[in-house]
């Protein structure tokens, strides 16, 4: 059965640091690995989606990497601003969906 | 694009009603999903269709859940009977694709069983 964790489960910075979430997952069996957003109550937004195949995609000032073979997933942000404060959520799709319990960010003006 | 639409928004209800949650995935998705969210289990995927059909329904909790999509535009998650138990944020989500395309998540439904 598919584990999927995420440290640190909270994160508190200062305005224009950058910074890295972790996403550790069981099963390298995957399709793909998606990372979202969620701001209170609202639904999940999606950020990033990478294949298995690929090593990384980027958007703006967010990086996602893939290493299928140690079960690791990184999400980088540059420059962070205080827009960004959400819980960041990876997500592993192999047949079935397998959703980290998040990372809350907080980001201090 | 009007996203994925997820009605009501706000549900509260007396344990033992029948609760009847509704999407409308994006059009031209062909893969729809249901999670629920909730502090102690996170986000669980409950059930998936493809191209209209329930693929796997595995996480759906008892027997008081259940799931249609009697077309491409349209699904339904219905609990009867609700059980306190069963307060969660419901989502709904689709993909054009179940491998190689994101899914985008509506903006849940919140219900309150009492």
């Known amino acids: 059965k598919q584990e999927v964790t995420q440290i640190p489960a909270a994160l508190s910075v200062p305005e224009g640091e950058n910074l890295v979430l972790n996403c550790s997952f069981t099963?390298?069996?995957?399709?793909?690995l998606q990372w979202f957003r969620q701001d209170p109550g609202k639904g999940l937004t999606s950020l990033l989606l990478?294949?298995?195949?690929?090593r990384e995609q980027t958007s703006g000032r967010l990086n996602a990497s893939l290493d299928k073979s140690s079960g690791r997933s990184t999400l980088y942000i540059a420059a962070s601003q205080p827009g960004d404060s959400a819980t960041y959520l990876c997500?592993?799709?192999?047949?079935?969906?397998?959703f980290g319990d998040g990372t809350t960010l907080t980001v201090k003006p | 694009d009007a996203g994925v639409i997820q009605s009501p928004r706000h549900e509260v209800t007396e344990m033992g009603q029948e609760v009847t949650l509704r999407c409308k995935p994006i059009?031209?998705?062909?893969?729809l999903f249901w999670y629920r969210q909730t502090m102690m289990r996170g986000l669980e995927l409950l059930i998936y269709?493809?191209?209209?059909?329930?693929?796997?329904d595995s996480g759906m909790p008892e027997d008081r859940f259940s799931a249609k999509m009697p077309n491409a535009s349209f699904s339904t998650l219905k609990i009867q009977p609700s059980e306190p138990r069963d307060s969660a944020v419901y989502f709904c989500?689709?993909?054009?694709?179940?491998?190689?395309?994101?899914?985008?998540f509506g903006d849940g439904t919140r219900l309150s069983i009492l």
């Open positions: 989500a689709s993909s054009q694709d179940r491998v190689y395309q994101p899914q985008h």
């Open positions: 099963d390298s069996a995957i399709y793909n």
């Open positions: 990478i294949q298995s195949s690929q």
């Open positions: 997500v592993t799709n192999a047949g079935k969906s397998t």
């Open positions: 059009s031209g998705h062909n893969s």
């Open positions: 269709f493809n191209n209209n059909v329930p693929i796997d």
